[in-house]
């Protein structure tokens, strides 16, 4: 978290070359954080994106003309994204992604170790460590719950070191 992952995908959709009507955004419905009916990152950038529940609501989604599809918090889109992703990529429509790849437990968040295998390009982003300021690539829940996934910002979550992470996690696990 806070290492600007929906601020790069915004970056990557700003930065195509694809007509912007061959390309779609989406994010999945339990991320209503911010805008709605729009990709939000935390530093106030935004597009337009649609909110789909789950992963097979890309297909009517899709025009014959599309060619890029971006999906923002790609986590939380379940295990069957990566069937769908890989009928996207048979169909010769490129797909970018952006998600936390590893819960707050350290363990690959959903489908995102099949994700990266089946990537042909792969950008880890690290945020700063909310404690000493060093890189950090680990989330840190700041309430206790047992809940996998418990959407939220600064309120519920920090960004931390091994380290600080493995600090705050000592009696946890």
């Given at each position: 978290?806070?290492?600007?992952?929906?601020?790069?995908?915004?970056?990557?959709?700003?930065?195509?070359?694809?007509?912007?009507?061959?390309?779609?955004?989406?994010?999945?419905?339990?991320?209503?954080?911010?805008?709605?009916?729009?990709?939000?990152?935390?530093?106030?950038?935004?597009?337009?994106?649609?909110?789909i529940g789950k992963a097979e609501e890309i297909y009517p989604l899709i025009l014959p003309n599309t060619k890029e599809i971006y999906i923002d918090e790609i986590q939380f889109m379940g295990n069957y994204i990566t069937d769908v992703i890989g009928e996207l990529l048979m169909n010769g429509i490129r797909v970018i992604g952006a998600g936390l790849d590893k819960d707050y437990l350290n363990r690959d968040f959903g489908p995102m170790g099949k994700l990266k295998k089946m990537a042909n390009t792969h950008i880890e982003l690290a945020a700063r460590c909310h404690v000493c300021n060093k890189p950090?690539?680990?989330?840190?829940?700041?309430?206790?719950?047992?809940?996998?996934v418990l959407?939220?910002?600064?309120?519920?979550?920090?960004?931390?070191c091994e380290a600080h992470w493995n600090e705050g996690m000592t009696g946890r696990i």
């Open positions: 978290m806070f290492a600007g992952k929906t601020t790069r995908l915004i970056g990557l959709y700003n930065e195509s070359e694809i007509d912007i009507n061959d390309r779609i955004a989406v994010k999945p419905l339990i991320d209503n954080r911010y805008h709605e009916g729009k990709i939000n990152s935390h530093s106030g950038l935004q597009m337009m994106g649609h909110r950090a690539y680990f989330t840190y829940r700041t309430i206790d719950s047992e809940d996998l959407v939220g910002h600064n309120d519920l979550y920090q960004a931390r």
